[in-house]
């Protein structure tokens, strides 16, 4: 919501400060009751330019006003709110909860679709199920790892962060348009058929009919969900797990091939390098050969 208004409203470092120079971290974590007991549990509407937020409800409620809606909070909610989108909020004085604050780019250039699907603001009303235990015992993972006095791993907090943003990316959001929770759902499945089917070289026709959906429909809500057409999703699929063979395994390229469901392993190596830019063996001997890298 970037208007005429939104110029006048500020633009603050963290959650409540004026814009100060880039910090030298890269997440952070603290309770919300912090700073909003500070300024009487309200957050009044302020925006951040380079910075991606996800608030936790454990217990209480509030108000979250993204541009000019309100939704209500609860124990149980989440709020993703990423950079540039103007928001505040209210909370009642027994609220528990985080705020996770990270330098946006950090979900930007995640690989998969789950920071497309953030790129506007989210709330999400947790279920009571498996992933959205999963979920909070992840967020609280993320609070302990920053508070624990030592230097924070970064390699770990990465991986916490793909877990939570994947994980609340396919639960269903009681905000969304029937259609976005359907493609969303198309998209789920159809990984699942992909994870099922790709060594049988099943053309994209095949996946539509199991979703009961036009190629090019299919096509279209592959884009949408993962910036990619069908072929190339099916061709990376058989690709990725040719490389894991190559590192992993003591397979021939011929074997690797075979079980990947190529016939005829001068295609495979064909295709391998037309996606790759290098050979099957060019590949396997430059990855085995990099030594461990250990940082002191």
Known sequence: MRTSTAARVPTYSLYGEAQQSAPDFWIHSETIASRSRLHNWEIKQHRHESFFQILQIRNGEGDALLGAEKFRLSAGTLVFVPPGFIHGFRFSRDLDGQVITMLAERVASRPDASGHAFAQPRVVHLAQNNDSKFLNATLDRIEGELASGFSPRSALLDAYLDI?????????????????????????????????????????????????????????????????????????????????????????????????????????????????????????????????????
């Open 164 to 296: 939570v943003l994947t994980i609340a990316a396919t639960l269903a959001d009681p905000g969304a348009a029937p259609q976005q929770m359907a493609a969303r759902d198309r998209i789920s499945r159809l990984n699942a058929l992909i994870g099922s089917h790709y060594r049988e070289h099943r053309p994209a026709a095949f996946y539509a009919d199991k979703l009961g959906v036009s190629v090019t429909h299919l096509n279209r809500i592959a884009r949408a969900g993962t910036g990619r057409s069908m072929n190339a999703l099916l061709t990376e699929r058989l690709i990725s797990e040719a490389q894991r063979n190559l590192v992993f395994s003591l397979l021939s390229i011929q074997q690797i091939a075979y079980d990947l469901g190529f016939s005829d392993s001068a295609y495979f190596i064909r295709v391998f390098t037309r996606v790759t830019g290098e050979t099957p063996g060019a590949f396997r001997e430059r990855e085995r050969g990099k030594p461990p890298s250990f940082k002191t």
